[in-house]
């Protein structure tokens, strides 16, 4: 019976070290996720502001096609806005899970003092716990994934799209 109970031991130290790998796991994707954020911010402040210095240039010297360089620069930045907002709901502090506290730990113990007589009942719980951060870490990763793609989707067709109305302007001018 000592046996058994040393080796059903063995087997949740085991999964804690898992459970532990696959939230630090999380944890490194989650730094990875805010800085390709921030490097996409930053991308996003210089490519603005180049971009204004171009219409600012392109309204200076072509006072005839104004109302067409307006209206597809409103365009362009609002795309510029949206992959901003994107990438800033990227870097957003979430609410994930936590561990229990100790004072939680300890007010659960002593309601179930049987299951922790052994100390089987703590690993148990700390496997929980490893679950449960890991868990709620790792949809909160894939929802800033998800953010983090549209913005550089969008910053992408930001980009796109300046190359064609730069043409289109070089084209009308001619």
């Given at each position: 019976m000592v046996g058994k109970m040393n080796k059903n031991k063995t087997v949740k130290y085991k999964i804690i070290k898992h459970s532990e790998n696959v939230y630090l796991s999380e944890c490194r994707r989650e730094d990875n996720?805010?800085?390709?954020?921030?490097?996409?911010?930053?991308?996003?402040?210089?490519?603005?502001?180049?971009?204004?210095?171009?219409?600012?240039?392109?309204?200076?010297?072509?006072?005839?096609?104004?109302?067409?360089?307006?209206?597809?620069?409103?365009?362009?930045?609002?795309?510029?806005?949206i992959s901003l907002f994107c990438a800033i709901l990227t870097n957003w502090p979430y609410k994930k899970s936590e561990p229990n506290s100790g004072r939680n730990l300890l007010?659960?113990?002593?309601?179930?003092?049987?299951?922790?007589?052994?100390?089987?009942?703590?690993?148990?719980?700390r496997i929980t716990d490893l679950d449960d951060m890991s868990l709620s870490l790792f949809r909160i990763n894939n929802i800033k994934a998800k953010f983090l793609v549209c913005s550089c989707s969008l910053l992408i067709c930001f980009i796109v799209l300046t190359i064609i109305f730069s043409f289109v302007i070089l084209y009308a001018v001619k």
């Amino acid at each position: 019976m000592v046996g058994k109970m040393n080796k059903n031991k063995t087997v949740k130290y085991k999964i804690i070290k898992h459970s532990e790998n696959v939230y630090l796991s999380e944890c490194r994707r989650e730094d990875n996720l805010r800085n390709i954020a921030n490097s996409i911010l930053t991308s996003i402040s210089i490519v603005l502001a180049v971009f204004m210095e171009l219409v600012y240039k392109l309204l200076e010297n072509l006072p005839d096609y104004k109302p067409m360089i307006v209206s597809i620069s409103f365009i362009l930045c609002l795309i510029l806005l949206i992959s901003l907002f994107c990438a800033i709901l990227t870097n957003w502090p979430y609410k994930k899970s936590e561990p229990n506290s100790g004072r939680n730990l300890l007010d659960f113990v002593n309601n179930n003092l049987k299951t922790y007589v052994d100390g089987d009942g703590f690993l148990d719980q700390r496997i929980t716990d490893l679950d449960d951060m890991s868990l709620s870490l790792f949809r909160i990763n894939n929802i800033k994934a998800k953010f983090l793609v549209c913005s550089c989707s969008l910053l992408i067709c930001f980009i796109v799209l300046t190359i064609i109305f730069s043409f289109v302007i070089l084209y009308a001018v001619k």
